[in-house]
């Protein structure tokens, strides 16, 4: 049971390269997200799907955008690069949805570096 | 807006000591608060929550946390640390301005167990 499989786990961009970070979990849960981890500042949210076939940006999304391409996938493209940009990327899901409280289920990172 | 404060960088303790990590949430209406913990190079994991009834909640690995409404705090505690226990530790309240399912992190404390 592998849960949430993040690809690549580092990656190292110039300034304008494009990338798209890809995330896909076995867990049949709903919703997916993508965080980026920034150190003294936490997790904040970039994007996030309730379900499949919707996306909504949360609290940092300038940059990216996401697709949810089926159930089980949701990428996060970064278009022009920025070194605003170098962070570590988590993707999480969960199997709540609307009014529910489950946990979510990380992924293990990837580690993203714009020079 | 809703959110979470962790007052302090970095804990450090003796193995075997009590231990606590503080968290204070600002939230309007009822808090659905939660404490996730993070080891080197791996994604988050969920260690417990609290959404109604008892104010001493238990988790995964022994950990509890006490919600106190009064005080608008939701502090992590285990009895006896162990060094396996230091980690990266992330309190987070559910944003109620949607009825979506998104949580807003703190910025979390490191815990330092030492032998």
């Known amino acids: 049971n592998a849960g949430v499989t993040q690809t690549p786990k580092f990656q190292v961009l110039k300034t304008g390269q494009s990338m798209t970070l890809q995330c896909a979990q076995d867990?049949?849960?709903?919703?997916m997200y993508w965080y980026r981890q920034d150190p003294g500042m936490g997790l904040r949210l970039i994007y996030y799907?309730?379900?499949?076939?919707?996306?909504d940006k949360g609290e940092v999304p300038n940059g990216y955008n996401v697709s949810r391409l089926n159930k089980r996938e949701f990428s996060l493209r970064l278009e022009s690069a920025a070194p605003s940009q170098t962070s570590v990327y988590f993707c999480?899901?969960?199997?709540?949805?609307?009014?529910?409280?489950?946990?979510?289920?990380f992924g293990n990172g990837t580690r993203l570096t714009v020079t | 807006a809703q959110s979470v404060a962790q007052p302090e960088d970095q804990v450090n303790v003796a193995e075997g000591n009590p231990l606590t990590v503080k968290c204070t949430y600002s939230?309007?209406?009822?808090?659905?608060l939660f404490w996730y913990v993070q080891y080197p190079n791996r994604g988050l994991q969920f260690l417990l929550k609290?959404?109604?009834?008892?104010?001493l909640v238990k988790g995964s690995y022994g950990f509890e946390a006490e919600f106190n409404k009064s005080q608008t705090s939701f502090h992590l505690k285990k009895p006896s640390a162990l060094v396996s226990d230091s980690a990266l530790y992330f309190c987070?309240?559910?944003?109620?301005?949607?009825?979506?399912?998104?949580?807003?992190f703190g910025t979390g404390t490191r815990l330092l167990v030492s032998p």
């Open positions: 999480a899901s969960s199997g709540g949805g609307f009014g529910r409280n489950s946990p979510l289920h």
């Open positions: 867990m049949n849960h709903n919703s």
């Open positions: 799907s309730a379900s499949e076939g919707t996306t």
């Open positions: 939230v309007s209406g009822n808090p659905y």
């Open positions: 609290y959404i109604t009834g008892d104010n």
């Open positions: 987070a309240v559910r944003d109620m301005n949607t009825g979506f399912q998104k949580l807003v």
